[in-house]
């Protein structure tokens, strides 16, 4: 999976930490495609909206049949304000707050 999402270029860029449990992973019928796109997004957004040069870090975990997979990046400049909004409107279908 770390090789499916890992591109070269954040598997050398020491601010893309990437960190799986357990640690390996068992084998996953998964879509690769799939995974990679929801993946490559929230990493995109992680980098657009988070502090510039700042750690964007991933964990995948899997259990009980689940598997969650988190992009976490540290509070851009913009992040007081994406706070006081609605969590509701912050996370609505095809809503775009830029």
């Not at 992973?25 to 502090?51: C, M, Q, T, W």
């Not at 870090?57 to 909004?85: C, F, K, Q, R, Y």
Request: a positive charge.
């Amino acid at each position: 999976l770390e090789e499916l999402l890992g591109s070269r270029r954040t598997r050398r860029d020491p601010r893309f930490r990437f960190t799986t449990s357990p640690r390996p992973l068992p084998l996953l019928e998964l879509d690769p495609r799939l995974v990679f796109h929801i993946y490559r997004n929230a990493v995109s957004n992680a980098s657009k909206y988070g502090r510039p040069g700042g750690l964007i870090e991933t964990t995948v975990h899997h259990e009980d049949g689940t598997l969650a997979l988190s992009v976490i990046n540290e509070p851009g400049p913009d992040h007081e304000a994406l706070m006081a909004m609605d969590a509701a409107r912050v996370f609505a279908k095809g809503v775009r707050l830029h």
